[in-house]
């Protein structure tokens, strides 16, 4: 094909005079919303699957306003976790590498999760790191407080990246929570008061899931044994770790007859441990510990499905096996 | 004994009878004789009153004097005699079917509609005191006679509050009995009315109390299966029924404000005075107001309530109010020479904020959010005037806001509302929603 001199003229100007637009550096009057003419379009929250942001058309008493709501799960978030009793003594250490995947949008800003009490938060460098009590214990059996415990950054993790050195200490052990992950795009800026009624509820809603969930073992055990074992603490750590399962329940990690069968182990090793009979609840502790290595090995076979999650199966072994090592 | 001496004895009789009367009425003037002249008088025709020219106008003048003469008295007679303590605080003419009216069947005939006077008491006691009677009839209640408001279980809060409960929840079961004080005893089947009244000035609300063109119920809504009620009567805050064996049980459901509710409880079937707690104390409990940090490394300011018709502007549950400092105390390290302020939350109890003071907000309004202690307006300073398509200093805070559970969103006023159109001030409306 052959390019005429005109063509090129027009191709330099145009390359000399557009100004290049990303998803990340909209025009500013996008952020804060356009003013319609009354009647031009419907309150409400429209998804557009093409670019994956909200439309957000609203009333205000000043007039009718349309603007654009980007999600923070525009990321491609992996967590891995390694944990033990590495601490302070022999406190578990936690420490978590997150990877933003290449196919993200947007840089991982926030990382936040629900914890029982943790200390000695460490961060990589350029982030910070907080540690926040009162919060809604997630675990409904559990009337007492947690903590969230998070990790943010202005930079963030860009697309492709890893960071490493996310983590804290706890006395206690790891159960099954969720890892909260946002990306930070555009902000949206609403006129006066923003949406109310139907439109305000439907965007809180929006708001609060605004995350990517990450299952990952936290602190979220109550551990009772200390320097000084008991069976009596080992029993109170071995019930903490029962009604744990209530949580794996609601979040759907375990096959409700599977976890019937655990919690039914769980108990007798209580029992047993209120006895003082070490051997038998070492016993019994045994048996949770197969149970949860056969039913990882169903899934092996590929002809059945495991009745228990991953991370799930992982952090009760580890939990059983503790307290069975204590014994 | 002979027929003479019988006569003889009945006369004397009736003379010491007689004597026995003059000299109680003596005692007590003003208040026993309704007829000012003696029969004797009368039957001579040496007395001539009004009463015979004009009997109402005379009743109507009677019945006062009566009634100023025994408020001038410590205790009245009839009253002291009838086991009534204190005066009567008002009366009232009774005129019955037409009849004699006069005295004794001795004097002339004289008919018209029977009189009486009825004295109140404070104690709920009334007194009869017909035309033909010369003592009163008094229809007494025992001062023991008590109305009582209590929680069906367990014990009211205070003296004065009977129980606490969050804007527009309904409270546990409510009992309403009548008793007998002294005794303790339950007296059965007993109507009574219940009545709501706001309190003026109470849950940090100083506008008016009512406002006829708003129609939000500032009173909330007495229930009863048992009431005999209807629901718009509920509305309006009213409740009657019966008390039957147990007492009357309701519940109440608050309103969206919160406040102070009286309950004034009465029995309409007979006497009774309402006693113990009486009070509902409607808010979300265990706010604190939201202090300026005066620390060199993470200040903050407070600043005074946005609305002239409410007292306090800057309360926040506890738990909010230390995530909030928390919140404050990172931002200046992540943005040197930012300061943060902090604008309107909730309400000393919460509830309703209606920023207005019209007992009403539109939903559309972000106050709307305002009334659980976990909503709280930002403003980043050092100028309130930020240009909004600068996100660089909104980043941070919506980085540090975020990891704390927190839900932010800019706000900017409406560009009519604007004098100056290059700059849109900017503001965070933070609801922290992850706080129990």
Redesign the interface.
């Known amino acids: 094909m052959k390019i005429t001199y005109l063509q090129l003229v027009i191709a330099i100007l145009l390359a000399t005079f557009s100004h290049p637009t990303t998803s990340a550096d909209p025009d500013?009057g996008t952020?804060?919303g356009t003013?319609l003419q009354p009647g031009a379009a419907e309150e409400g929250i429209v998804y557009d699957p093409a670019s994956g942001n909200y439309t957000v058309t609203?009333?205000?008493?000043?007039?009718l306003y349309q603007v654009v709501y980007y999600p923070r799960t525009k990321i491609a978030p992996t967590v891995e976790t390694t944990y033990g009793p590495w601490g302070y003594g022999r406190d578990h250490v936690y420490s978590y590498r997150v990877t933003n995947g290449a196919k993200a949008q947007q840089p991982l800003?926030?990382i936040?999760v629900l914890v029982n009490k943790v200390y000695g938060s460490v961060k990589p460098p350029g982030w910070?790191g907080?540690i926040?009590?009162?919060?809604?214990n997630p675990n409904p059996t559990q009337n007492s407080?947690v903590y969230?415990a998070?990790?943010?950054?202005?930079k963030g993790i860009a697309p492709g990246d890893t960071v490493a050195g996310f983590g804290f200490e706890s006395r206690d052990l790891p159960g099954v929570g969720t890892i909260e992950i946002?990306g930070?795009g555009?902000?949206?800026?609403?006129?006066?008061?923003?949406?109310?009624?139907a439109v305000?509820k439907e965007l809180?809603k929006l708001?609060?899931n605004d995350f990517v969930p990450y299952l990952a073992p936290v602190p979220l055990i109550y551990n009772f044994i200390g320097s000084y074992f008991t069976t009596n603490g080992a029993a109170g750590t071995l019930t903490s770790l029962q009604d744990h399962f209530q949580q794996l329940l609601n979040m759907e990690l375990i096959e409700p007859v599977f976890a019937e069968r655990l919690t039914k182990t769980l108990s007798a090793a209580i029992d047993a441990l209120k006895l003082s009979d070490r051997q038998s609840a070492r016993s019994h502790l045994e048996d949770f510990r197969v149970m949860i290595d056969e039913a990882q090995h169903a899934e092996s076979k590929a002809t059945l499905e495991a009745p228990i999650n991953k991370v799930a199966a992982r952090v009760l072994r580890y939990d059983g096996n503790y307290v069975e090592r204590k014994l | 004994m002979s027929a003479r001496s019988l006569v003889f004895v009945a006369v004397l009789s009736a003379f010491f009878m007689m004597h026995a009367v003059v000299s109680n009425a003596q005692d007590c003037v003003g208040e026993c004789q309704w007829d000012p002249c003696h029969w004797q008088q009368r039957l001579n025709g040496t007395c001539a009153h009004p009463l015979y020219d004009d009997p109402n106008t005379y009743f109507e003048e009677e019945a006062k004097r009566r009634f100023d003469d025994m408020r001038t008295r410590e205790t009245s007679c009839s009253a002291r005699r009838n086991g009534i303590h204190g005066k009567p605080s008002s009366y009232k003419i009774l005129y019955g079917q037409p009849g004699l009216l006069c005295v004794t069947p001795t004097s002339y005939p004289f008919f018209g509609p029977t009189p009486a006077i009825e004295f109140y008491y404070a104690d709920g006691s009334r007194c009869h005191l017909s035309y033909m009677s010369i003592d009163p009839v008094c229809d007494l209640t025992p001062l023991s006679t008590k109305l009582l408001l209590s929680p069906l279980e367990g014990d009211p809060e205070s003296d004065q509050i009977l129980t606490s409960i969050e804007p527009s929840k309904t409270t546990n079961t409510l009992l309403v009995k009548v008793i007998n004080k002294k005794t303790r005893e339950i007296i059965p089947n007993v109507d009574i009315k219940l009545e709501l009244d706001v309190t003026k000035d109470s849950g940090g609300h100083i506008h008016a109390v009512h406002n006829p063109i708003v129609t939000t119920n500032t009173k909330g809504k007495l229930q009863s299966p048992n009431s005999q009620t209807t629901p718009d009567e509920a509305i309006f805050g009213t409740l009657e029924g019966n008390t039957g064996d147990q007492g009357l049980q309701f519940t109440y459901e608050a309103p969206k404000p919160a406040g102070d509710i009286v309950i004034t409880g009465s029995c309409t079937s007979q006497y009774c005075k309402q006693i113990g707690p009486n009070t509902l104390w409607v808010g979300i409990k265990g706010l604190r107001k939201a202090q300026p940090s005066t620390s060199p490394l993470y200040p903050y300011d407070v600043l005074p309530c946005g609305s002239a018709k409410h007292t306090e502007c800057t309360y926040l549950t506890g738990k909010a109010n230390s995530l909030l400092a928390r919140l404050a105390g990172k931002f200046p390290g992540a943005s040197p020479g930012i300061r943060l302020r902090i604008g309107d939350a909730s309400l000393e109890r919460a509830g309703l904020f209606d920023i207005g003071g019209g007992w009403t907000i539109p939903a559309s309004h972000h106050y709307a959010q305002h009334h659980q202690g976990k909503a709280v307006d930002i403003y980043v300073s050092p100028i309130l005037h930020l240009d909004p398509t600068d996100i660089d200093y909104m980043m941070p805070f919506l980085a540090i806001a975020t990891n704390l559970g927190m839900s932010v969103r800019p706000l900017r006023l409406a560009p009519a509302e604007l004098e100056d159109q290059k700059f849109q001030p900017i503001y965070f409306h933070v609801y922290i929603w992850r706080v129990s």
């Open positions: 500013p952020l804060m003013m609203y009333k205000v008493p000043d007039g800003t926030n936040r910070n907080d926040a009590p009162g919060f809604k407080d969230m998070g990790w943010y950054s202005f946002l930070l555009p902000i949206t800026v609403y006129a006066e008061g923003g949406p109310g009624g305000r809180n708001s609060r």
